[in-house]
């Protein structure tokens, strides 16, 4: 991919620079910490990683973070995988996500919207006050600093305050969405041994009710652990035996109390993909998602208490936990609950317009959908409050940012970020102050030494190389679940480039400092000594109407040799004959390089995915190879199972 973009697609004015809070911090931490005054962000970057504890110093005292007891030094050990953020701070994540209560009850704190797309108001009051109440009953139940409370959940209110008050008592929350089966959900919770689980008897989605009582009757069956099971009704039906009812719980006029806990003290507990094992089990800080998110979502994402936050997301990706903590800087949040596409492919337009959604976050995946659908948003919708559209979950395209400034408008901040469910956060994206350039991720986030390596550990600029942080982020891990050693940790990061997070992707570190992600490093095609991500081969190859969806794979032979197919899910009504494929050759030859035209295009009934809408190149890869369906992948980490059986047939033929 090309890093010559001569102008910018869109350049914040004079007045926007002036006003972003982004632009307050650095003024302020000239005055306070020493930052540069001038030379704009790249100066302000550029101190934030070469002065990280007073950077991070800096951060807690804008936000006014409140330590119950004061820290002994800001990073005591500067070692990855093991560094040691504040110690000896006590705090409490969830009395900063309520502190708006205090001086705005009764504005709204949720958005809560349905498939009918009518938004229902939570106000901080309210809020406060449920999460007060469900705390208390926690207490009762017996529930203490530590143990782990789930949730098998969709994105509404309830979930909210499940997580709020597990939060306020020091407990550990972890959840996953209603659309995961029990095998799903059990990999996950039987991993951490819940005790108390809060589940719904169904959800909403496409316009179809879907009762999950049975899965949660396997799921009380196969968690030994559970105290306690809070029923929510969300389809109406009556609690089963044996389990509490929400309202019952949430119903006191009782004021929250905030359990102190460690700076380190584990907040939540996500999962990773879990495509080839059991998924990763990963721990992040009460006191390191705070301190990480105040910066991500009030400095990036320029987020403030008359803001209004719309990710759509679910109870099952990282980026439900980003948008919770959206809380922190005051502002107002929206909760989807139901399916990105109903009742038509612009269903999320019509929230951002209905909720007047300031800052709106999607998957590039919902984009490009839109731009092959012939959605018009800005012609169909006032989208008039939206100053930010962000994407993640892959790699923009440039089509979508074009897409973007076209159809929504020509003034608008387009934000690809991209980061890590191991992080919970960025590490490169939204910069309020900076252009953006079409394909290209503004530049590397604060406090985030984002460097491209080669394999010898040199750093690269224009060229595609390894993505690695070279120095510790407080949302870091604390540690994994049940790896007493921290060797699946070590091995999972750290491996590679020692005391280095390596995180698995291919980007670019352009000359100018914006970042391009180029996919997944372990499944990156490398022909002839020319490396290149699969997301510039779907970039290219979507673009054409006939195709819905790709996968590219590249399989090194036993002689030496490189297979690499393209597999394509074609469009209602489209055939693979001689001009389509023709045309796909075309376009990689031309926009991407003549090495990687695919050795062949293979139609298929459908690209897998993960639960959270990845595609799954390496566990196909390993298929290919010969690896067993059951070694070669996690059946319950995929979207639909059915679809990996044409991939192992084919790897049967090819043997």
């Not at 009918?116 to 309210?126: D, G, I, L, M, N």
């Not at 584990?266 to 990963?282: D, F, M, N, Q, R």
């Not at 890869?621 to 990996?644: F, Y």
Request: glycine content about 8%; proline content about 8%; hydrophobic content about 40%.
């Amino acid at each position: 991919m090309s890093t010559a973009n001569a102008l910018p697609l869109w350049q914040p004015d004079p007045e926007r620079i002036a006003r972003a809070r982004i632009t307050e911090f650095q003024a302020w931490a000239a005055r306070h910490h020493g930052a540069p005054a001038e030379g704009g962000y790249a100066a302000l970057h550029r101190w934030s990683v070469e002065e990280l504890e007073t950077f991070w110093a800096a951060v807690a005292q804008w936000f006014d973070v409140r330590f119950s007891t004061p820290p002994d030094r800001v990073l005591a050990d500067r070692s990855m995988p093991g560094a040691q953020w504040f110690p000896g701070a006590t705090l409490n994540y969830a009395e900063h996500a309520l502190r708006a209560a205090a001086d705005r009850p009764d504005a709204p704190a949720l958005l809560h919207v349905d498939e009918t797309h009518e938004p229902r108001p939570v106000t901080w009051a309210e809020l406060s006050r449920q999460v007060g109440s469900l705390a208390a009953e926690l207490r009762a139940l017996g529930v203490r600093p530590g143990d782990r409370v789930s949730g098998y959940l969709p994105n509404v209110p309830q979930a909210v305050v499940a997580f709020l008050a597990t939060a306020a008592v020091g407990g550990v929350w972890t959840s996953c969405a209603p659309d995961f089966g029990a095998r799903s959900v059990l990999d996950r919770f039987q991993q951490v041994e819940p005790v108390v689980l809060f589940t719904v008897d169904g959800y909403r989605y496409g316009g179809k009710e879907h009762d999950r009582r049975d899965v949660v009757a396997e799921l009380r069956r196969e968690l030994p652990t559970l105290r306690a099971v809070v029923h929510i009704p969300l389809l109406g039906t009556d609690a089963p035996d044996g389990a509490l009812d929400w309202s019952s719980l949430t119903s006191a006029d009782t004021e929250p109390v905030f359990d102190q806990v460690p700076f380190d003290h584990p907040l939540w507990v996500l999962y990773s993909s879990g495509t080839t094992g059991l998924p990763k089990a990963i721990v992040q800080s009460q006191g390191g998602i705070l301190l990480e998110h105040l910066k991500q979502l009030g400095l990036h994402c320029d987020l403030g208490p008359d803001d209004r936050f719309f990710w759509y997301t679910s109870t099952g990706w990282m980026m439900w936990n980003f948008l919770v903590s959206g809380l922190l800087t005051g502002t107002t949040i929206v909760l989807y609950d139901g399916s990105p596409g109903y009742p038509d492919t612009a269903a999320q337009w019509r929230i951002a317009e209905r909720t007047g959604a300031t800052l709106y976050g999607t998957s590039a995946a919902y984009v490009m959908a839109c731009r092959k659908a012939g959605v018009h948003p800005a012609r169909d919708f006032d989208l008039s409050a939206v100053q930010c559209v962000a994407t993640t979950g892959s790699p923009l395209p440039p089509d979508g940012f074009q897409w973007l400034h076209d159809e929504v408008r020509d003034d608008l901040w387009i934000a690809s970020v991209s980061g890590g469910t191991d992080v919970c956060s960025c590490f490169a994206g939204a910069v309020p102050t900076l252009p953006v350039y079409v394909g290209e991720l503004q530049a590397a986030c604060l406090g985030t030494d984002l460097q491209s390596w080669d394999p010898a550990g040199r750093p690269l600029t224009d060229e595609v190389g390894e993505l690695v942080v070279t120095n510790p982020m407080p949302s870091m891990p604390v540690h994994f679940w049940n790896d007493p050693d921290g060797s699946r940790y070590h091995d999972s990061y750290f491996d590679v480039y020692p005391g280095v997070w390596r995180h698995g992707d291919w980007i670019t570190v352009t000359s100018r400092g914006s970042v391009i992600i180029h996919g997944r490093s372990d499944s990156t095609l490398n022909r002839q000594g020319v490396r290149m991500g699969s997301a510039d081969i779907y970039e290219a190859v979507e673009r054409l109407p006939e195709i819905r969806e790709s996968l590219v794979i590249g399989i090194e032979q036993p002689d030496g040799g490189y297979w690499m197919p393209l597999f394509v899910h074609l469009a209602p009504g489209a055939t693979l004959d001689d001009d389509l494929l023709d045309r796909i050759k075309r376009t990689i030859r031309r926009e991407l390089s003549p090495r990687h035209v695919p050795d062949e295009v293979i139609e298929v009934p459908g690209i897998p995915h993960t639960l959270t809408g990845k595609r799954i190149e390496v566990p196909v890869k390993r298929l290919l190879q010969g690896t067993p369906l059951e070694k070669a992948v996690n059946p319950g980490s995929i979207d639909n199972l059915d679809l990996l059986a044409f991939y192992e047939d084919l790897a049967r033929k090819r043997a």
